[in-house]
């Protein structure tokens, strides 16, 4: 998965917890988003970043909170965790330059109780 | 609202026929759009995409169509095979380098050996 790394693979989190689901790349790529994935409705964007110190929201942010303190991570954090975040979450990466291809970690399947 | 639109859940196809999965969208300020391909447990994979300054993409087996007049676009997979056997997803952005992909509801293919 081009050198996306995703930790955890699988989680199962109570009500109200918190947790960090970990996103790592070693391809230098300047941009970095977080989907989830939820049966019948595809991929939605959550949180973006085009660099070290920049995110941005995107359509599904509430919820959810990320950081991009360097080029190689981006954590996406679930503050208080509600069943409707069940889902199956996937980090992507893309260069700045050239092909508007997004490539993609292996996911983190996460549910709540 | 769903913007992008694959109205075909399923579809099978026998082995070494074309498989032709469509992709309708309403947003008419998007002008990039990708196909994805997606196995269980894995993240999606780019296959191919298509500027909306063209008709036609081919690459190998895959050849994407465009019509803008109609908001519609489609993969043709020629010939299938068994490894086709996968989900795919049609995406879309509102210009080339956008973070912002908005992705279908996937279409499941299967190749009948």
């Known amino acids: 998965n081009a050198g996306v790394t995703q930790t955890p693979k699988f989680q199962v989190l109570k009500t109200g917890q918190s947790m960090t689901l970990q996103c790592a790349q070693d391809m230098n790529h300047e941009y970095m988003s977080w989907y989830r994935q939820d049966p019948g409705m595809g991929l939605r964007l959550i949180h973006y970043s085009v660099g070290a110190g920049i995110t941005d929201q995107g359509e599904v942010p509430n919820g959810y909170n990320v950081s991009r303190s360097t080029t190689e991570d981006f954590p996406l954090r679930l503050l208080s965790a509600a069943p409707s975040q069940t889902s199956v979450y996937f980090c992507a990466i893309r260069d700045r330059v050239g092909s508007n291809e997004q490539f993609f970690g292996p996911g983190t399947r996460l549910t709540v109780l | 609202d769903q913007q992008v639109k694959q109205n075909s859940p399923s579809l099978s196809v026998q082995e070494g026929r074309i498989s032709i999965l469509n992709c309708d969208y309403t947003n008419s300020m998007f002008d990039y759009f990708l196909w994805y391909k997606k196995y269980p447990a894995e993240g999606p994979t780019f296959l191919i995409s298509i500027s909306s300054i063209k008709d036609k993409n081919e690459d190998g087996r895959f050849t994407v169509f465009l019509n803008k007049s109609a908001k519609h676009l489609s993969l043709h997979i020629v010939p299938s095979q068994p490894g086709d056997s996968a989900v795919y997803f049609c995406?879309?952005?509102?210009?080339?380098?956008?973070?912002?992909?908005?992705f279908g509801t996937g279409t499941r293919l299967t190749i009948i050996p």
């Open positions: 995406a879309a952005s509102t210009n080339f380098g956008n973070e912002k992909l908005t």
